[in-house]
């Protein structure tokens, strides 16, 4: 089965500061994707990769898919209060989605 | 567009009661839902799958008799817990997605409902 590994696995940034989350697959990826969720909320889909080198962004966040597509990274530039929560990568494999195991955002002021 | 909404929010029911919780795709036609379970702290644990029109395809260790999944429709799916128990007490989220769309891999998913079971 594919597993999915984040880091890291918590993360304390100053609001205005650059971060990075990283999630690495024991496997190739043919469809990696970006969740977002707050405390006892569901999932927000941020964003979908599928190719080697693909790179999408939305407003502050940009996120990457390695070359040999077993990684990729979610970049927030000048990070805001309303980035924080729990960001969750995730692949298809056999038509179900495997979830990372997630990194806890906290911004402080 | 792709917006999921599950009613109710929240739930609080006595042990041995069975609830229904509605998961809807509101703007789009979900040709597959599925269920999820989360406890605290931890990442979200795959139940069943449900296509419209056919029977839910359960994962490995989780009750079908105890949590019985139903899709009526294209745009609605339905968790009722049976005789539920504290130990049933979680949050529950569902995703929707459609291969009719042209994002038709994307689960998107509903805001969860949060069961306590006294």
């Known amino acids: 089965s594919q597993e999915l590994e984040q880091s890291p696995q918590s993360l304390i940034v100053q609001e205005g500061k650059n971060l990075t989350i990283n999630c690495t697959s024991s496997k190739t990826l043919y469809g990696l994707y970006w969740y977002k969720q707050k405390y006892g909320e569901g999932l927000i889909f941020l964003m979908m990769?599928?190719?080697?080198?693909e790179e999408k962004s939305h407003e502050k966040i940009t996120a990457k898919l390695d070359e040999k597509k077993q990684q990729s990274s979610l970049h927030i530039t000048a990070s805001q209060p309303s980035h924080a929560g729990i960001y969750l990568c995730g692949a298809v494999t056999n038509e179900k989605l495997t979830f990372g195991t997630g990194t806890r955002l906290t911004i402080i002021p | 567009g792709a917006v999921v909404s599950q009613h109710p929010s929240w739930v609080i029911c006595k042990s041995g009661t069975s609830v229904k919780i509605e998961c809807r795709s509101l703007d789009f036609q979900a040709t597959t839902m599925f269920w999820y379970r989360q406890f605290p702290k931890q990442s979200l644990m795959l139940m069943a799958t449900?296509?419209?029109?056919?029977?839910?395809?359960?994962e490995q260790g989780v009750e079908k008799d105890k949590f019985l999944i139903n899709h009526a429709s294209l745009t609605l799916s339905t968790l009722t817990v049976t005789s539920a128990h504290p130990e049933d007490s979680s949050f529950y989220i569902c995703?929707?997605?459609?291969?009719?769309?042209?994002?038709?891999?994307?689960?998107?998913f509903g805001p969860g409902t949060r069961l306590l079971v006294l």
């Open positions: 990769l599928q190719k080697g080198g």
């Open positions: 449900s296509n419209e029109g056919s029977k839910a395809t359960y």
């Open positions: 995703s929707a997605r459609s291969y009719r769309t042209p994002n038709g891999k994307t689960q998107y």
